[in-house]
């Protein structure tokens, strides 16, 4: 390559510093690319490129049939697939108007909320490795094994584990289910203490994250952030209460709010919700009805002409999903409404201004998942 | 009470007159340069292989795991095959990089760190040179490290290396005056700079007790001050894997990267050998003011058992703090030292600059 291609290609006209952070970066936690521009260690102003893992997963659901699109929902946000593969159920059930078991959605939301602790846990792990401690990753990680142990002995799978099925579960749960979530919930009761001990109280964290990367409430409406993102600057977002699904009506628990808007608060959104989340499961372990893992459904399912949507809240906020039906046994058009895409956008307006370590935080506190981004 | 206290340069002095009387004196100081040269080397590369073992056995003890325990007796070859790993690696040359500067910054580094330890004293009378400026003389060549990141940094031809020398830089240079302050304490209480001196000026106590709490502020300053001079977390920002990939270190490969990786744990080695003998009395036994047989039983324990057991404490708290804290960023870096420790290991001076006018120290 001729140093003229470089001089106009790679670096450009202009002066600025730039530096690409990603593909392969260690704190970007996948194929994303930031392009950051830096004034020494100030970052001036950064743009996410997007695309590096793009599979066209919307396109491949034309083509695929209704109990097929929800193995391809897995591969999205891999660390909620659960409720990922709820939502594409849940849309198919609401447009057949089928009524699934009460049991069904009692399990569901135990798993829903099983997988939302187990993904802040892994969260917490790569924040923490993020800001340069790295023995979160290990303490996290212990716990979080625990519950993938539940999901392999009732699915089989760990981590991409479609176990929902349009009209119900694949099959039931294994008879040691409640009784080792029971034992999860006392163990991780005891352990959770342990990551404030660990993390929340130290010096150094509390000065890397308070104040870093403030969002106002009108800035994460403006630009879709949900989630524990959005909850952390006081956007009241929690499709679980605003719009109950599955056995969330059935439950009492509190939405996490915080209104400071930094990432200390959107660190403590998260904390919080993996207690609110064992008090949930908790409500529901021993109440689990006995009327079946599924409904009866056609062996072919096709939905009747028409548009159906269906959001849920998963980890990282809300995922929706856009139905267009002409009747056929795979969708006209589907449409993905995934979290991380909005929540990434809000990324420039947040580090802009702050150091390069501010970013890595912000970066972290957003808690992105790069698959959920490109579909 | 001393002469219990095996002293080396018995050793050394017969090794010497031997060579004396077989080369004469221009071939005795030659072999001897060979003799410690080697001795050194050997010292190095073994320090420097258990180093990084030991700092995988404590992170694996931190993390709840195992760390190395299948190539050798409890994992004790991991850290020679990955020698050889690294031995056996292609050196990557990089495009529109200084190919001289490139080469040279590893040994820059690896220089500095071999020039601090040759005036550790390892044990009584065990010292390659006992130069009379000896903690200046410490300070002023493990400074010299941060040319070689620098340089390693300009001549990568690499953005994130950049940074990362820039911010090494930024870092060494601030730290440095505290590193300097806290020793500088030590040396006003025992009056010399030789480290022998030093040494010998704590046999009835140890300058940690000896020298009331503002000795123990200026160890306190010490650790924290030294741990960010040798780039380890939570002040590893020239590295920040998170951060900068690897810092300034990036695009090292093989054996230059070992280079690297071997002089910053001889670093912190040197770091706390350097805070063993100037605060908790270098190879000198623990003694209590007048408890003879108490004294008299801790003389016997070896000199260098108790030089290394005192440097293997402050490792393994460099190491604790490393595995435990977040890093810290670049401007909350230097305000710690600017806004904090420079000032309190000012005044920390004067107060000890007046308990020894006042002969308050015991």
Known sequence: MSEEIIKDVIIGESDDYIINMGPQHPSTHGVLRLEVCLQGETVKYLIPHVGYIHRGIEKMCEASSYPQIIHLTDRMDYLSAHMNNEAVCLCVENAMQVEVPERVKYIRTILDELNRIASHQLWWCAFGMDLGALTTFFYGLRDRELILDIFEESFGSRLLHSFNTPGGLMHDIHPNFQKRVKDFITYFRKKLPEYDQLLTGNVIFQQRAKGVGLMSKEKAIAYGVTGPSGRGSGFSCDLRKHAPYSAYDKVQFNEILYNEGDTFARYKVRMDEMWESMNIIEQLIDNIPDDGFTAKMKPIIKLPAGEYFQRVETARGEFAVYIVSDGNKTPYRIKFRSPNFSNLFVMNELASGGKIADLIAISGSLDLVIPDIDR | MQSTIYNFHDLTGSIDSTLHSWFGNTGTVIAEMVLVGIAFLTFYALLGLFLVYLERKVCAVIQNRYGPNRVGPMGLLQTVADLIKLLMKELISIKRSDKFLFNLAPFIVIIASFMAIAAT??????????????????????????????????????????????????????YELSVGLSLLAIVTFAGTMQLSGIVESQADGWW????????????????????????????????????????????????????????????????????????????????????????HVMDFIPSMVWFFLKAFFIIYIIMWFKWTFPRLRIDQLLTLEWKYLMPLSLINIIIIAFIVLMGWHF
């Open chain 2, 121 to 174: 004293p390892f044990a009584k009378g065990l010292q390659a040179v006992d130069l009379n400026i000896g903690v200046f003389y410490v300070m002023a060549v493990s400074s010299l490290g941060v040319v070689g990141i620098l340089i390693a940094g300009w001549s990568s031809n690499s953005k994130y290396s950049l940074i990362g020398a820039m911010r090494s830089g930024a870092q060494i240079v601030s």
């Open chain 2, 208 to 295: 940690i007790f000896k020298g009331h709490i503002p000795a123990i502020v200026a160890f306190i300053i010490y650790l924290i001050a030294s741990t960010a001079e040798i780039n380890r977390g939570p002040f590893d920002l020239a590295e920040a894997e998170s951060e900068l990939t690897a810092g300034f270190h990036t695009e090292y490969s093989g054996i230059k990267f070992a280079f690297f990786f071997l002089a910053e744990y001889i670093n912190m080695f040197i770091v706390a050998a350097i805070g063993a003998t100037v605060f908790l009395g270098g190879w000198m036994p623990f003694h209590i003011g007048s408890w003879d047989a108490f004294n």
